[in-house]
């Protein structure tokens, strides 16, 4: 039986979400994560909310946000962000940057250190693609990634290095073999990533509005996907600070849909989607 406090939603019906406390979730995220939620995403909004709220036995999201705004409540303000951030990703997306880096790029590293940062790595393929590719074209030379998501639960995920078949199957059937491991019994239908290339491979929470707090530099960095979500002057905040975390000379991947444009920046165009600090 249901208790019919006021404090506590029907299990089946849905929480209704008010269009000012949608534009209180807006807020939120934006002013925490620098994304820019459309008014079309109202519903997908309170859809993913709608199992915490009753998880946390609120009757209202108005409740919920009142509940995120004490100061305690670090942990659930991240849980929230977590809830919203989309995190679609798969193995080898957008191949040609990875063809790029390989066969235009690396020659130029072999027998040197190469520093890599995956910023906005999602649950890992990326960064796991990106170790695949630097082991083709550099052996298991001086190199390293680090990747950061701004999602906790997705670096867990990132640390975890297991992932269902399917995300690996545009892959290189070679890399597959050589880089993967075949999950079997309770992991049977899962690849694990060979722990050779994990331990090349350090995983952190970040906030892309703020620096690198370690002040770590990089010869690569890849943000693809990402600056499509944030208004102009957050991608300044943002561009300013990856900038400031290449190496002259450096390069920057962003996504084919993605460009530069409206921002103040020293980078040059490469090709499309790939742009270079000046050596001066």
Avoid at 39 to 61: A, D, E, I, T, Y
Wanted: proline share 6%; hydrophobic share 40%; net charge positive.
């Amino acid at each position: 039986m249901l208790p019919t406090t006021p404090d506590v939603a029907p299990l089946l019906d849905s929480i209704p979400l008010s269009e000012n406390d949608f534009e209180r979730f807006r807020r939120f995220i934006h002013d925490r994560a620098g994304i820019s939620l459309t008014p079309h995403k109202r519903q997908m909004v309170s859809s993913r909310l709608q199992r915490r709220l009753r998880q946390l036995g609120l009757h209202s999201f108005s409740a919920y946000l009142d509940y995120i705004a004490a100061p305690q409540q670090d942990q659930e303000r991240q849980h929230l962000i977590d809830l919203l951030t989309t995190n679609e990703t798969y193995f080898y997306r957008e191949p040609a940057h990875f063809e790029f880096l390989l066969h235009d790029i690396l020659p130029a590293y072999r027998g040197q250190s190469l520093r890599v940062w995956s910023a906005a790595c999602s649950s890992g393929e990326e960064v796991y693609t990106l170790a695949m590719v630097l082991a083709e074209g550099l052996g298991m030379g001086d190199w390293q990634i680090f990747g950061s998501d701004i999602s906790t639960r997705m670096i867990e995920a990132a640390r975890e290095g297991v992932y269902p078949l399917e995300r690996a199957k545009r892959l290189p059937a070679n890399w597959l073999n050589q880089y993967c491991l075949k999950g079997v019994r309770s992991q049977a239908g899962n690849l694990l990533i060979d722990p050779h290339l994990k331990a090349r491979v350090h995983l952190e929470q970040h906030n892309l509005k703020r620096p690198l707090h370690t002040g770590q530099k990089f010869d690569v960095i890849f943000l693809r996907n990402v600056m499509i979500y944030f208004d102009v002057p957050t991608k300044q905040v943002v561009m300013d600070h990856l900038q400031q975390a290449l190496y002259p000379g450096g390069y920057l991947f962003l996504s084919h849909v993605e460009s530069l444009h409206s921002l103040k920046t020293t980078l040059e165009m490469v090709r499309p989607s790939v742009f270079r600090k000046p050596l001066n």
